[in-house]
């Protein structure tokens, strides 16, 4: 069976955008492309990626395949950012492999570059210290995390060894970390482990997020 790019829109507000991101999408994939109203249709055994407005994400049943949330701006600024990297939440302890698999292969049918985002917190420890962190034990810790994120990288680097990838450790909560990012990305890439709804984190960066979020299933 042919697989398939699903454009999904409610109403007539948003609907240009989220056609246009799709098609665009299917178009550098090679895919066909299926725009449909409302209603996902039944099973999506073909579908290769579902792409929806960002308004209402309660509103979509998320399926098997990546889910690409659109924000609400207008149709000619989703195309007006040739060459924008692709950036990628990743938990280095954790890294969701689906979601990392995806920002691979999409930054390589792109060609452009990677920027992975692993955003961290002091241990908890440190809120009983009463003059803060030291900063040689903030500087240790965060040689940890750029070390932990390196390692997890790792096998995905050497398979897409022409994927250029950036990797972008700070201290800020995920959704803040990905959100600055997203002013000058093409795409926003992060996984999902659970089949309920979005998060507080996919909330909160779809309320902030300036280009599409594309949310990959386990």
């Not at 938990?91 to 992975?116: I, Y």
């Not at 022409?162 to 450790?169: M, T, W």
């Not at 803040?176 to 089949?195: E, F, K, N």
Request: proline share 9%; with cysteine; net charge neutral.
């Amino acid at each position: 069976m042919e697989r398939v790019i699903v454009a999904r829109f409610q109403g007539s507000t948003h609907h240009e955008s989220v056609v246009l991101w799709a098609r665009q999408e299917a178009t550098r994939r090679g895919l066909a492309l299926q725009v449909v109203h409302d209603a996902l249709p039944e099973g999506l055994d073909d579908a290769k990626l579902v792409v929806t407005g960002a308004r209402d994400p309660d509103g979509v049943i998320f399926p098997a395949c990546p889910v690409v949330l659109v924000p609400e701006v207008p149709a000619p600024q989703l195309s007006a950012r040739p060459g924008a990297e692709i950036v990628l939440g990743v938990d280095a302890r954790e890294p969701a492999q689906a979601a990392v698999d995806f920002a691979f292969d999409t930054a390589r049918v792109r060609g452009v570059r990677l920027r992975a985002v692993h955003a961290w917190r002091f241990p908890s420890c440190t809120a009983e210290l009463p003059f803060g962190v030291p900063q040689e034990d903030r500087a240790a810790w965060e040689n940890h995390e750029v070390q932990l994120l390196a390692d997890a990288l790792r096998p995905w680097r050497e398979k897409h060894s022409d994927v250029h990838v950036l990797e972008d450790v700070g201290l800020l909560p995920p959704a803040r970390a990905l959100s600055r990012r997203s002013a000058s990305a093409g795409l926003v890439v992060v996984g999902r482990s659970s089949q309920r709804g979005p998060g507080p984190t996919l909330r909160a960066l779809l309320t902030e997020a300036l280009c599409p979020v594309a949310v990959v299933p386990a």
